[in-house]
């Protein structure tokens, strides 16, 4: 039966269940994974594109500027950064969230090849609710990036509406996102119940380290997170620390680090004052800590899409070019690619003709 784990016997009928029952889920906890991998890829894809485009589109200047400077790069108002510049610190979180997800997976694979199964529970449950996270901030985050652009973004030339077209499955493949996240709460609940009845012994995943903590005494708003990054580790676990890099790049990380933090915070602000994890006054103050990373981060927004190095033929994009040459590819793209332009309209109207020639003239010109 090509079954690894399960047996039916072919004498007798008897039908041997798996040792770990979920272990019947492993095809798709592996897909899951990778899903999970990929969503960094395409909405860094879709980040690249809105980047460049944004930097090389200029529009209006600035009234109390009398120079002869250009005009503002679209990048520089703070209504496209808000949208755009959120979304790349998004991409680097999606990035390391991959790598931790690559590296649970293939550790708990060579732990079952030994008949290990007890990291499987936990392996299901991040594996299903990462899926749900990571392409719902990719598939929002494609539709973002296009409206950010204006009327461009829905030109077949951006390269983000075949991306958003081909993208939109995956919060529904492998599980749909409403449905998985439902078997995470279960997994978390089964959790819960076997700490608070199994008092003094240490836990061991991630899950029963974060219960277990919420167990403890709290007295109020002990987290400063507007200044004091270890009070932002608390809830998003981090690697940056680890990171070979110069000053000037991991001050750069960090910013995009607590503009992820900072932004999701804002976005879930009830959540936040509801536990008592932060103050009414810490969270007003958020969104100007929020423009101010923003501003931060602007400077350096080209280069941090170009470390992905997207090849240009992957992006498929006139408005991403790694040159910044948008206009002269969207030219070519209308006037040179298009097949329309290669048929001539007979304007006599009353002729019943209504395309001239055949179109292949161009075939039997001699080539001087």
Same mark, same amino acid.
């Given at each position: 039966?090509?079954?690894? &784990?399960?047996?039916? @016997?072919? $004498? *007798?009928?008897?039908?041997?269940?798996?040792?770990?029952?979920?272990?019947?889920?492993?095809?798709?906890?592996?897909?899951? %994974?990778?899903?999970?991998?990929?969503?960094?890829? =395409?909405?860094?894809?879709?980040?690249?594109?809105?980047?460049? &485009?944004?930097?090389?589109?200029?529009?209006?200047?600035?009234? @109390?500027?009398?120079?002869?400077?250009? $005009?503002?790069? =679209?990048?520089?108002?703070?209504?496209? +950064?808000?949208?755009?510049?959120?979304?790349?610190? *998004?991409?680097?979180?999606?990035?390391?969230?991959?790598?931790?997800?690559?590296? #649970?997976?293939? %550790?708990?694979?060579?732990?079952?090849?030994?008949?290990?199964?007890?990291?499987?529970? $936990?392996?299901? %449950?991040?594996?299903?609710?990462?899926? %749900?996270?990571? #392409?719902?901030?990719?598939?929002?985050?494609?539709?973002?990036?296009?409206?950010?652009?204006?009327?461009?973004?829905?030109?077949?030339?951006?390269?983000?509406?075949?991306?958003?077209?081909?993208?939109?499955? /995956?919060? #529904?493949?492998?599980?749909?996102?409403?449905?998985?996240? +439902?078997?995470?709460?279960?997994?978390?609940?089964?959790?819960?119940?076997?700490?608070?009845?199994?008092?003094?012994?240490?836990?061991?995943?991630?899950?029963?380290?974060?219960?277990?903590?919420? +167990?403890?005494?709290?007295?109020? *708003?002990?987290?400063?997170?507007? /200044?004091?990054?270890?009070?932002?580790? !608390?809830?998003?676990?981090?690697?940056?620390?680890?990171?070979?890099?110069?000053?000037?790049?991991?001050?750069?990380?960090?910013?995009?680090? #607590?503009?992820?933090?900072?932004?999701?915070?804002?976005?879930?602000?009830?959540?936040?004052?509801?536990?008592?994890?932060?103050?009414?006054? +810490?969270?007003?103050?958020?969104? @100007?800590?929020?423009?101010?990373?923003?501003?931060?981060?602007?400077?350096?927004?080209?280069?941090?899409? !170009?470390?992905?190095?997207?090849?240009?033929?992957?992006? !498929?994009?006139?408005?991403?070019?790694?040159?910044?040459?948008?206009?002269?590819?969207?030219?070519?793209?209308?006037? !040179?690619?298009?097949?329309?332009?290669?048929?001539?309209?007979?304007?006599? &109207?009353?002729?019943? $003709?209504?395309?001239?020639?055949?179109? @292949?003239?161009?075939?039997?010109?001699? /080539?001087?």
């Amino acid at each position: 039966m090509l079954s690894r &784990y399960a047996k039916l @016997d072919p $004498e *007798t009928g008897v039908y041997t269940k798996p040792e770990a029952p979920n272990v019947v889920y492993g095809s798709l906890t592996e897909a899951r %994974s990778r899903i999970v991998n990929h969503a960094r890829l =395409v909405l860094a894809r879709a980040v690249t594109v809105a980047v460049r &485009y944004t930097t090389i589109r200029r529009q209006f200047k600035d009234k @109390d500027d009398h120079s002869e400077a250009p $005009e503002t790069s =679209v990048i520089d108002y703070s209504t496209v +950064q808000i949208r755009i510049l959120p979304l790349l610190a *998004t991409v680097f979180a999606l990035h390391f969230t991959g790598q931790v997800m690559k590296e #649970t997976f293939l %550790s708990n694979r060579e732990r079952i090849a030994q008949n290990d199964f007890s990291g499987m529970a $936990e392996l299901h %449950s991040l594996s299903s609710g990462l899926k %749900s996270l990571c #392409t719902d901030l990719a598939a929002n985050g494609i539709e973002t990036c296009r409206r950010a652009m204006g009327g461009h973004g829905y030109g077949g030339y951006s390269g983000l509406v075949q991306l958003n077209a081909d993208y939109l499955s /995956k919060p #529904t493949v492998e599980g749909d996102n409403w449905m998985i996240t +439902q078997q995470v709460a279960r997994y978390l609940m089964k959790v819960a119940k076997r700490i608070t009845e199994k008092h003094g012994i240490k836990q061991e995943t991630r899950a029963e380290k974060l219960l277990e903590k919420y +167990q403890l005494p709290h007295n109020g *708003t002990n987290f400063n997170i507007l /200044k004091d990054h270890s009070a932002l580790a !608390d809830a998003f676990e981090h690697r940056a620390a680890r990171m070979n890099f110069g000053q000037e790049t991991i001050n750069v990380m960090w910013d995009l680090y #607590t503009l992820f933090a900072l932004f999701t915070m804002q976005n879930n602000a009830l959540e936040f004052i509801q536990t008592e994890t932060v103050s009414l006054d +810490q969270l007003n103050a958020v969104p @100007d800590r929020i423009f101010e990373l923003m501003r931060r981060i602007r400077p350096h927004a080209v280069r941090l899409v !170009d470390v992905w190095a997207l090849p240009d033929y992957l992006l !498929d994009s006139s408005l991403g070019r790694y040159d910044g040459r948008v206009y002269e590819d969207m030219f070519h793209r209308a006037h !040179d690619l298009n097949p329309l332009n290669r048929i001539t309209v007979n304007p006599d &109207y009353k002729n019943p $003709e209504l395309v001239l020639g055949s179109g @292949d003239g161009n075939a039997i010109l001699a /080539k001087l």
